[in-house]
């Protein structure tokens, strides 16, 4: 079936990422900023305008809403699910979209800091935009295409399906999420009053990509306690932990093991953040891989590292704790392998080339799949994601969103 969509993304999109939503890590708040809220209440009110009458924010900060079905058939109610903060790795406040028509190849200078270029040799996607419209900040922020492109799209989808009454689909549940780029976007969802059997992520980067597994994450907290004496009098005596934590992270492999030493499926151990005094210091790792016994071996590099550092230093202790974060959602995805290959058949359907591929992250679908919801990623047009630089096409989310009307339609072909 050949769809005629008359497209509201791209509207949808430029009003999106003016709304600052970005997330805090140090805040104990669900969610970690209130701002988030303004951009959840307008999708709640914008859902309720084409049709979608039972949309609803909560106080954690989801949105949820229904698109019923029109359907016949008993057909799984499947998700669609994206987030609304961006990232707290650069500024989101005063976003200034900028719409470059017609890209014909070359560099893009983003006007409010000129030093900001978007090239071609640094960004090697863009050599499958010639001719489209790409969309930047203007230098000074983020753009918020991760993951306000997959908002958009998931909105636009949403806004066709239910007008469109001829095109023949289950029951379909919407959730957009706060926090994800901290980690808590599912903390607090409850997942069986959701009621999806089945779901996808719109938050991927390259038109046609899927993705269907991720790294396993943990962190490690390493915590030394020291010996602390006055400066002038500490010979024999002082044993700094803040030297001690800083040895151990300069004892970590140099040429692998660190995300600046790995690509593809290579692991790695990452130290995020160290504090201390002389008396006690800490260091927070992130521990990634895309199996779990690889994962208990870096931990373990980890931990010997840390020993050896401190058989020099026989007064001092050290606590080595590991907390699970996520796991490979491929382990959940095999055992339902429909769900991927109904969103292949989809991104053919839309007139790409599908493209699988494993993330070096994660997404809410890792934590959704092992929580009940099995939930590949499905590409949203975003690159550069994090950064300045950070762009989007116009075509590739209406691409997007021709890929979730076609998922739609080919849940109810099967049921």
Not at 65 to 81: D, H, L, R, Y
Not at 120 to 141: E, R, V, Y
Not at 200 to 212: N, P
Not at 361 to 369: I, Q, V
């Amino acid at each position: 079936m050949s769809l005629k969509i008359e497209h509201t993304v791209l509207d949808r999109f430029l009003r999106y990422v003016k709304i600052d939503t970005q997330s805090d890590p140090e805040s104990k708040t669900i969610p970690s900023t209130e701002k988030q809220k303004n951009l959840s209440k307008l999708l709640v009110k914008e859902l309720k305008a084409i049709g979608i009458l039972d949309a609803k924010l909560n106080k954690y900060g989801y949105v949820i809403g229904t698109i019923p079905s029109n359907s016949a058939k008993e057909v799984p109610v499947i998700c669609f699910c994206s987030h609304v903060d961006t990232s707290p790795d650069c500024s989101g406040e005063n976003v200034k979209p900028i719409v470059h028509h017609n890209y014909n190849g070359g560099d893009i200078v983003l006007p409010d800091d000129p030093t900001q270029v978007l090239r071609p040799k640094d960004h090697p996607h863009l050599a499958d935009q010639i001719g489209n419209d790409i969309i930047t900040a203007s230098g000074t922020t983020l753009l918020g295409a991760d993951n306000k492109a997959g908002l958009a799209e998931i909105m636009d989808a949403a806004n066709f399906l239910m007008s469109h009454p001829e095109v023949k689909h289950g029951e379909i549940k919407i959730l957009f999420t706060p926090d994800e780029e901290i980690g808590r976007g599912v903390d607090k969802l409850d997942v069986k009053k959701l009621g999806a059997k089945f779901g996808y992520t719109i938050d991927g980067e390259k038109a046609g990509s899927i993705e269907d597994e991720t790294f396993s994450a943990d962190g490690v907290l390493i915590t030394i306690h020291g010996v602390s004496a006055h400066p002038g009098f500490a010979k024999g005596k002082m044993e700094s932990a803040i030297k001690i934590a800083s040895e151990i992270v300069a004892a970590l492999p140099k040429n692998g093991l660190s995300p600046e030493s790995t690509e593809g499926k290579e692991g790695f151990l990452h130290p995020v953040v160290m504090e201390g005094m002389v008396e006690k210091a800490t260091v927070k790792f992130i521990v990634r891989d895309f199996t779990d016994e690889k994962l208990a071996e870096h931990e373990e590099v980890l931990r010997k590292t840390m020993n050896k550092v401190l058989k020099n230093y026989p007064n001092c202790t050290a606590e080595f704790k590991v907390t699970e974060q996520y796991r490979n959602m491929k382990k959940v995805l095999d055992l339902h392998p429909e769900v991927t290959n109904h969103a292949l058949e989809a991104i053919r359907r839309a007139g790409l080339l599908p493209e699988r591929s494993s993330i070096r992250g994660g997404t809410d679908g890792s934590r959704l799949s092992f929580m009940g919801l099995p939930c590949p990623n499905i590409f949203a047009g975003e690159h550069a994601f994090h950064s300045k630089l950070e762009w989007v096409s116009v075509q590739d989310m209406e691409a997007a969103v021709r890929t979730i009307v076609h998922l739609a339609m080919i849940w109810e072909e099967k049921g």
